[in-house]
Each structure stands twice: as structure tokens, then as C-alpha cells.
């Protein structure tokens, strides 16, 4: 990679309307897996993604309201040297933020989660909520690593 460029994200977008209810999760994930990596995206922000996605649509799921035809939805789009993701239901008035992280709770980490895989995420609950996440493309070639012996 040459000094100042950016490792590359083809061109892909998708938004999904999906049923609120935990099904559509694990859906939603195999379908961005699924296009990044035919887009050329380098897995391991596949990965990252997938794993942020979940993330977000399990809080709209947890936290948040089905629109009033029953359904929420998420997006994302690739372009540049970035994997944006956004989730949007209709909201329930609460506060986006990543709880305090300790060792003997079990669940509360998926906004750490989000926070730590992305470059920046924002709320906006302007409309309903939406939770945006974007992810820079890895600079590091789609090369497995083999631990050390």
C-alpha cells in the first residue's frame, strides 16, 4: 500500500426491513457477511461487521420499539476505505451508551463492543433511533496469520 492510501471497500448498499424478533439477526448478519466479502472487503472487517451488526440489531431488539408495522431495519453501505452500519426502530426514549465494564456481568458489553471495532458511532433519535457505526477498511492483506509454535 502506498503512503497516504487507504485500504479499498467496493461499492455495495443494502437496507433491510426485517421482523422484530431475534430470527432476524443471525439473517441479517449472513447477508452483509455475505456481500462484503463479494465486494472485495477485506475479512476481517467482515468480521468486525458482522460482529457490530449483531451488536446493534440485538440492542433495537432488547432496547427499543417495532415500528408500527411490526419490523425495524438495518443498512449498510461500503465505499472508500469505510463499512458504515446502521440499525433504526422506532425508539423508547432511552439514552445510546456503552455500559461500565467489569468482570462479573455477563451481558452489557455490546456498545463496548461497538465502540472498540469502530472508528466513530453516533445516535440520532431524531426519527425512531438509529445507532450508526462506521469501520475503516483494514490497511493489512487478507493474509491468515499461523500462531507462533
Known amino acids: 500500500?502506498?503512503?497516504?492510501s487507504r485500504a479499498s471497500?467496493?461499492?455495495?448498499?443494502?437496507?433491510?426491513?426485517?421482523?422484530f424478533e431475534p430470527a432476524s439477526v443471525p439473517s441479517a448478519r449472513r447477508r452483509l457477511k455475505t456481500e462484503l466479502a463479494?465486494?472485495?472487503?477485506?475479512?476481517?472487517?467482515?468480521?468486525d461487521a458482522a460482529l457490530v451488526?449483531?451488536?446493534?440489531?440485538?440492542?433495537?431488539l432488547r432496547h427499543g420499539t417495532a415500528t408500527h408495522s411490526g419490523d425495524f431495519?438495518?443498512?449498510?453501505?461500503?465505499?472508500?476505505?469505510?463499512?458504515?452500519i446502521s440499525v433504526i426502530?422506532?425508539?423508547?426514549?432511552?439514552?445510546?451508551?456503552?455500559?461500565?465494564?467489569?468482570?462479573?456481568?455477563?451481558?452489557?458489553?455490546?456498545?463496548?463492543l461497538v465502540e472498540r471495532l469502530s472508528e466513530s458511532?453516533?445516535?440520532?433519535?431524531?426519527?425512531g433511533m438509529r445507532v450508526t457505526a462506521h469501520l475503516r477498511c483494514s490497511d493489512e492483506p487478507a493474509v491468515r496469520r499461523t500462531p507462533p509454535s
Open 9 to 19: 471497500c467496493a461499492l455495495v448498499g443494502t437496507v433491510l426491513r426485517l421482523p
Open 53 to 60: 451488526l449483531s451488536e446493534l440489531a440485538s440492542n433495537a
Open 89 to 112: 426502530d422506532d425508539g423508547n426514549g432511552g439514552r445510546v451508551a456503552p455500559r461500565p465494564l467489569t468482570e462479573d456481568h455477563e451481558a452489557g458489553r455490546g456498545l463496548a
Open 38 to 47: 463479494a465486494a472485495g472487503v477485506d475479512p476481517q472487517t467482515v468480521a
Open 121 to 127: 458511532w453516533t445516535t440520532d433519535d431524531r426519527a
Open 73 to 84: 431495519a438495518v443498512g449498510w453501505h461500503a465505499s472508500g476505505g469505510t463499512v458504515t
Open 1 to 4: 500500500m502506498t503512503e497516504g
